[in-house]
Nanobody
C-alpha cells in the first residue's frame, strides 16, 4: 500500500530554517490536495498549510509570513519551507494528501517527522 514519506525534520535554533519534503512511497494517481499538519506533545493534530493541484494555498495564522508550502504536481510531492522558526513550532509534522475517487475521498498520511526548535 502506498504511503507518504516525510523527510527534512531535525533540531534547529530559534530563528533558523528547515525544509520538509514529502513524497509517495510508490506510484499513485493524482493527489488533489496536499498539506502539512503538526502535533505537539499533549495537543491535538492541527493544520499547518495546504495546497491544491491548482496551486491555491492556505495557512494557519501562526505560520503566515514564515512558512511556505509548494508542490510538484507531476511527482505528487509537497514541500514546506519553514523560516524564522520559534520554539512553539516544535512538533511532529505530518504530510497529508486527499485523493478524489469518484464520489469518495481517500486520505493518505505520512509517519511524521520531528521538528525541534531549541537553543
Amino acid at each position: 500500500q502506498v504511503q507518504l514519506v516525510e523527510s527534512g525534520g531535525g533540531l534547529v535554533q530559534p530563528g533558523g530554517s528547515l525544509r520538509l519534503s514529502c513524497a509517495p512511497s510508490g506510484s499513485i494517481f493524482s493527489l488533489n490536495v496536499m498539506g502539512w499538519y503538526r502535533q505537539a506533545p499533549g495537543k491535538q493534530r492541527d493544520l499547518v498549510a495546504t495546497i491544491t493541484n491548482g496551486g491555491s494555498t492556505n495557512y494557519t495564522d501562526s505560520v503566515k509570513g514564515r512558512f511556505a508550502i509548494s508542490r510538484n504536481t507531476a511527482k505528487n510531492t509537497v514541500y514546506l519551507q519553514m523560516d524564522s522558526l520559534k520554539p512553539e513550532d516544535t512538533a511532529v509534522y505530518y504530510c497529508n494528501a486527499l485523493q478524489l475517487r469518484g464520489l469518495s475521498v481517500h486520505t493518505y498520511w505520512g509517519q511524521g517527522t520531528q521538528v525541534t526548535v531549541s537553543s
